[in-house]
Structure formats: C-alpha cells, structure tokens
C-alpha cells in the first residue's frame, strides 16, 4: 500500500522515508524499525519500543491535539516494524534558525504550540512525557503550525506514578536532557526544561549543549 520514495531521516531508533499512500494518493511520512540484522534480545526490545510508541500516539490521537502528527496505520514483517503518519511538509526548528536566530515575537509563536502540546500530554488521564524535545523534532509547516514529532522516547506514567524503569537512565540527547532525565528518565519537569532550553537556542541560535 505504501511506496518508498526518499529518506527523511534517520534517529536512535529507526528510518523514517516519505512515502505514498497507494490506495489515496497522498505522501505519509513511514518510521521504519530494523528488527532482522539485531540480536534477539534487541530484536524484542526494539519491537517492545515501537509497540510502545505506537500506543503513546494512539492514545494521543485521541480525541487528538492540533500540534501531533496524526499515526494513519501500524504492520510489520520478518524484518521490520513500519509505523504510517501524516506527512508533514516543511522545516525543522534546527533548519531555521541555520542562517540567524529567531525574534522574541517569532521563537514566542513556536513556543506556545510546543507548550499547548506538552500540555495537553501531561494532562491526559494518564500522563505522557515526550523526553526529546528539540529543534530537529519540531517540524514547522508552511502555514506557521508546529508538530511535535520522534515519540520513540516517550513514557506513559505508570499506575504506581512512575515515568520510567532503569534499564531507560541516560536516554536524551545531551544539552536538552535534564540532569534528573540522566539519571532516571524522562518526567514532566524534563520535559519543561528541554522547551527552556529551546528558547534559548531559538533566541541565540546556539547549541544546545552549549546552554548547560
């Protein structure tokens, strides 16, 4: 149903292409997790991130949020997991700021869509926490709206009222991470200070890293 046509990008956890819907006609955006050329045990606990994941934007597209790409379709096969969402055509964050930081007035549009995401996330009846948040995961689209995207950190609080379990310590990406997110995972107050940190690069049109 869907074809490949070009590469968006690649991350921790999978490729995500651009691709087209055969059966529409329109272009989806497809994350694609290699689970064959794995050991088994990495096999698993990649399946178990991409279920994870799956489940975290089900749950978020519903009823919904404006600012999160909506997830169209989820299958696997022997080798991979494929995870379909809508196709976001535009820039990221990161790309924008490339040639000169933003204006108060400008990074300030972008900051309220991120924070009405991250809002509506940590209010649901039972609390989500992105744990990634930074330029390259804010896509812009021509009209001036902002998507959250890459949820393959994302955590759903447990009904003891714990983010995380150990074995997620140390995952982010540095500069944008809390120190707590180091030690334990991702949490809201993570989550907050990763879109502080985004202020700053947006406004100075520095590093992350360099804001620590």
């Given at each position: 149903?869907?074809?490949?046509?070009?590469?968006?990008?690649?991350?921790?956890f999978?490729?995500?292409?651009?691709?087209?819907?055969?059966?529409?006609?329109?272009?989806?955006?497809v994350?694609?997790?290699?689970?064959?050329?794995?050991?088994?045990?990495?096999?698993?606990?990649?399946?178990?991130?991409?279920?994870?994941?799956?489940?975290?934007?089900?749950?978020?597209?519903?009823?919904?949020?404006?600012?999160?790409p909506?997830?169209?379709?989820a299958?696997?096969?022997?080798?991979?997991?494929?995870?379909?969402?809508?196709?976001?055509?535009?820039?990221?964050?990161?790309?924008?700021?490339?040639?000169?930081?933003?204006?108060?007035?400008?990074?300030?549009?972008?900051?309220?869509?991120?924070?009405?995401?991250?809002?509506?996330?940590h209010?649901?009846?039972?609390?989500?926490?992105?744990?990634?948040?930074?330029?390259?995961?804010?896509?812009?689209?021509?009209?001036g709206?902002?998507?959250?995207?890459?949820?393959?950190?994302?955590?759903?609080?447990?009904?003891?009222?714990?983010?995380?379990?150990?074995?997620?310590?140390?995952?982010?990406?540095?500069?944008?991470?809390?120190?707590?997110?180091?030690?334990?995972?991702?949490?809201?107050?993570?989550?907050?200070?990763?879109?502080?940190?985004?202020?700053?690069?947006?406004?100075?049109?520095?590093?992350?890293?360099?804001?620590?």
């Open positions: 149903r869907y074809k490949l046509e070009s590469s968006l990008g690649a991350g921790g999978g490729h995500t292409y651009l691709a087209r819907d055969l059966h529409t006609g329109k272009p989806v955006a994350k694609r997790v290699l689970c064959h050329i794995r050991s088994a045990e990495q096999a698993a606990d990649l399946r178990s991130y991409f279920e994870r994941e799956r489940k975290l934007l089900a749950e978020l597209n519903t009823p919904g949020h404006p600012n999160i909506e997830v169209i379709d299958f696997a096969d022997n080798c991979s997991e494929y995870l379909v969402m809508k196709y976001i055509a535009g820039q990221t964050l990161l790309q924008k700021i490339k040639e000169k930081p933003l204006s108060w007035d400008g990074a300030s549009l972008y900051l309220e869509q991120i924070l009405s995401a991250i809002a509506y996330m209010t649901r009846p039972v609390p989500i926490v992105h744990g990634d948040i930074k330029p390259g995961n804010l896509i812009v689209d021509d009209t709206r902002l998507f959250l995207v890459d949820f393959g950190l994302a955590r759903q609080q447990s009904l003891a009222g714990h983010w995380t379990t150990e074995s997620d310590a140390g995952a982010g990406t540095p500069g944008y991470a809390s120190w707590d997110q180091w030690r334990g995972g991702p949490s809201p107050m993570a989550d907050i200070y990763a879109i502080g940190i985004v202020a700053y690069v947006l406004l100075t049109g520095q590093d992350g890293a360099e804001a620590i």
